[in-house]
């Protein structure tokens, strides 16, 4: 008796930790099925990138997801920026103690004569305040909000989780993994190492979430390597990004260096450019990886700038160009297994092929995209609402069983 009443509590005791171990995942209400809005650094067409304010504002304008992009400090945080070099984003111009920073240093294969996180440490980082990076848009937050770490993002994500009621998720970029590999500091050792990066952000992420593909989470990365490496060690869904220089006029991507490969594609001499990515062959190959392609909207959409004013308005801009349609990567990559999530929908610039940038975003949702990035949350949920893809059951479930078994690639065992 005694012997059963230990074997039926140790019975209840697993259930009850089963059930605790997927408390986080079933709790998440963003997993509908409904298209993602995610906000790009934050709601930053609105404030400052990258900022505790920027995050909060395209949560508070219905955002499923806020996307962090990551870089290191010296003392090795994981610090939201969109790039190494905080001159742009940052008043550090402005601080004579920081002058003596300034420096050039190389990123993937550019030179640029600015001020790098990595020769800051976290509570000088702190010292700093986060400006409005983007001519036109509004000044008046600069100066006031400080550049936040992981941590902090990941913690008002939860906290306005539960605020909301809605699962707010996170979205996490690592910038620059072989520039952060191999970044040497000032005694000539390498600063992090090689996937430094990779382990700290997984640590933290699974610590935060658990290791499940129903966390909360996307990690998406412009490089290969890095996320295949993720991939052998962590079931949060991977985005592989796909980036190009430019749109060409007949419709056709313009794959110009930094933007023509990944750039550790570059140092291993990998002759595959970001469009090699979007083929069938590509497709099949990153699903081996991944759980979605992140690919810049003009894989998706084809425009022809045809020289017809469209909007009327006197000028020929990006707006007027000819929509031509799917491309079929969308139809392609979701054919794969691969979630397909594309960037960035801005109401003040890119709007190609469209001058009403809620009407864009409408487009793409209704084409089947899975997700989109925006600066301009409102304008994302709106444009999601007015979509026949709103609130429906999407083709694919995001996480959990079936998930795993729909992938053809990396889940396919
Ligand atoms: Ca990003
Ligand atoms: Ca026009």
């Not at 979205?171 to 000539?188: C, F, M, R, V």
Request: proline content about 4%.
């Amino acid at each position: 008796m005694l012997h059963s009443l230990s074997k039926i509590a140790r019975t209840a005791l697993a259930a009850a930790a089963l059930i605790a171990m997927q408390t986080p995942a079933q709790a998440e209400p963003h997993m509908q099925h409904s298209p993602l809005v995610i906000g790009h650094r934050g709601a930053s067409g609105y404030r400052p990138e990258h900022t505790l304010e920027s995050y909060a504002l395209a949560i508070e304008q219905g955002a499923d997801f806020i996307e962090p992009d990551l870089v290191l400090t010296k003392d090795k945080h994981m610090i939201a920026r969109h790039e190494p070099m905080i001159g742009a984003t940052t008043d550090v111009a402005s601080h004579p103690e920081f002058a003596g920073r300034k420096t050039k240093r190389m990123v993937d294969g550019v030179e640029y004569d600015d001020w790098f996180a990595s020769n800051f440490t976290l509570a000088e980082i702190k010292t700093l305040r986060a400006v409005q990076a983007r001519a036109g848009r509004d000044t008046q937050y600069d100066g006031l909000f400080r550049i936040p770490t992981l941590d902090e993002v990941i913690a008002l994500a939860k906290s306005q989780s539960r605020q909301t009621g809605r699962g707010i998720g996170i979205y996490p970029e690592i910038k620059h993994s072989t520039y952060h590999a191999t970044l040497k500091n000032a005694q000539g050792r390498l600063a992090f190492g090689g996937h430094y990066f990779e382990d700290r952000l997984l640590k933290t992420l699974h610590k935060a979430y658990g290791n499940s593909s129903c966390a909360p989470v996307f990690i998406q990365s412009f490089e290969v390597g890095n996320l295949q490496y993720l991939s052998k060690k962590t079931h949060i869904r991977l985005v592989q990004l796909v980036d190009a220089d430019d749109v060409n006029a007949d419709g056709s991507l313009s794959l110009v260096p930094p933007y023509r490969q990944p750039y550790d594609f570059v140092v291993n001499g990998d002759a595959r450019t970001f469009g090699d990515l979007v083929t069938e062959q590509g497709l099949a190959f990153v699903a081996g990886y991944a759980d979605a392609i992140g690919p810049w909207k003009p894989y998706l959409v084809k425009t022809v700038a045809d020289g017809v004013d469209r909007d009327g308005d006197g000028n020929i801009t990006v707006n007027d160009r000819r929509v031509d349609g799917s491309t079929g990567v969308i139809e392609t990559a979701h054919d794969k297994g691969l979630l397909v999530h594309t960037w960035t929908f801005r109401n003040d610039a890119g709007g190609y092929g469209f001058a009403d940038p809620r009407e864009e975003m409408t487009y793409y949702f209704d084409l089947g995209v899975d997700g989109l990035f925006t600066d301009f949350a409102d304008t994302g949920v709106a444009a999601r609402d007015a979509s026949v893809n709103a609130g429906e059951a999407g083709h694919l479930k995001q996480c959990g069983r079936r998930h795993k078994s729909f992938h053809k690639g990396r889940y396919k065992d």
